[in-house]
């Protein structure tokens, strides 16, 4: 069973910056589309970001222009730049390794963000 770690989270203030990490230790992990999601108290988890094999990218409304997705396939890593960040930003943050059947989770890092 593929497990991806994240790392990352933290405490931060409003406006502030952080950023997560994954690394996913799957075969042939260049041909993969990584996700980041989350999920905030009470709320379902949702997409926040993807990157394809090739870097095409796609975002959340509620992050873009805020958020980068990126990835390093010679490290196996997936990075998820979060910039002016807001309180609505709060959650149990996912890094997944999207599959046509189920994805492959990881445990999740928490981010909170203070007003």
């Known amino acids: 069973q593929v497990q991806p770690v994240e790392s990352g989270g933290g405490l931060v203030q409003a406006g502030g910056s952080l950023r997560l990490f994954c690394v996913a230790s799957?075969?042939?992990?260049?041909?993969?589309?990584m996700g980041w999601y989350r999920q905030a108290p009470g709320k379902e988890r949702e997409l926040v970001a993807s990157?394809?094999?090739?870097?095409?990218?796609n975002y959340a409304d509620s992050v873009k222009g805020r958020f980068t997705i990126s990835r390093d396939n010679a490290k196996n890593t997936v990075y998820l730049q979060m910039n002016s960040l807001k309180p609505e930003d709060t959650g149990v943050y996912y890094c997944?390794?999207?599959?046509?059947?189920?994805?492959?989770w990881g445990q999740g890092t928490q981010v909170t963000v203070s007003s």
């Open positions: 997944a390794v999207i599959r046509v059947g189920n994805n492959y």
């Open positions: 799957v075969n042939f992990f260049s041909y993969k589309i």
């Open positions: 990157i394809t094999s090739i870097g095409s990218t």
